[in-house]
């Protein structure tokens, strides 16, 4: 089972890009990377996903190395309203059983 | 606009009690997760199924804790007897296979 590694917390102020790493040195061949979004009192939300090089969407861009060790969620100009809990997950996306691990999450206050 | 949704939303009972916390995933996903919260541990992936039948329950305290799918539309995760450890934010999510989870908006369980 694939084990994610997180900063705990992050601060950042309105308007620039924040980067959060997530380290996965044991990733397996069949493991795709998901980032989830949670703010209090709610359930993670998804961001994004993928398995190699950069995957970009309207709100964030996942840029994974080619060893796939590491994964780095991009969030570019980021406001208030994006102060959350970050969560990265690596887990096989196939037909076979396969089991989350959602690490402690970084969490990530914006500042005025 | 699908949702998942769980109820119920607070739940405050004394030790010994049964608890029965239940869920309707989104129509047409095959696959429903059940998650606890704590502070402590963050998210622990419990149990989940796919197509209704169990594929995953590990981690799962089996003594006390049990989930069913009684047809697709619902999802139940029982807590008999409860104990003052369960108190937790349990969540339910639903997705396609490997893909997405949407995560419902949780129930807040205290036991006294």
């Known amino acids: 089972l694939a084990k994610t590694t997180q900063p705990i917390s992050m601060d950042s102020y309105e308007g620039q890009e924040v980067n959060i790493t997530c380290s996965h040195n044991?990733?397996?061949?069949?493991?795709?990377i998901t980032w989830y979004q949670q703010f209090p009192s709610q359930g993670p939300r998804f961001i994004i996903q993928?398995?190699?090089t950069k995957v970009t969407n309207e709100v964030a861009s996942l840029f994974i190395p080619a060893d796939r060790k590491s994964s780095t969620l991009s969030l570019p100009r980021v406001s208030l309203s994006d102060t959350a809990v970050y969560y990265c997950?690596?887990?096989?996306?196939?037909?076979?059983?396969?089991?989350?691990?959602f690490g402690t999450g970084t969490r990530l206050k914006v500042l005025a | 606009d699908a949702r998942v949704t769980q109820t119920p939303r607070h739940k405050v009972t004394e030790m010994g009690q049964e608890v029965t916390m239940r869920c309707q995933p989104i129509?047409?996903?095959?696959?429903v997760f059940w998650y606890r919260q704590t502070m402590m541990q963050g998210l622990e992936l419990l149990a989940y199924?796919?197509?209704?039948?169990?594929?995953?329950d590990s981690g799962m305290p089996k003594d006390r804790f049990s989930a069913e799918m009684p047809d697709a539309t619902l999802a139940t995760l029982k807590i008999q007897p409860s104990e003052p450890r369960d108190s937790a934010v349990y969540f339910c999510?639903?997705?396609?296979?490997?893909?997405?989870?949407?995560f419902g908006p949780g129930t807040r369980l205290t036991v006294l």
């Open positions: 199924f796919r197509n209704r039948a169990p594929l995953d």
């Open positions: 997950l690596v887990g096989d996306m196939g037909a076979g059983t396969y089991k989350y691990i």
């Open positions: 993928g398995y190699k």
């Open positions: 999510a639903s997705g396609l296979s490997g893909d997405e989870q949407f």
């Open positions: 129509l047409g996903h095959n696959t």
């Open positions: 044991n990733i397996a061949t069949n493991d795709y």
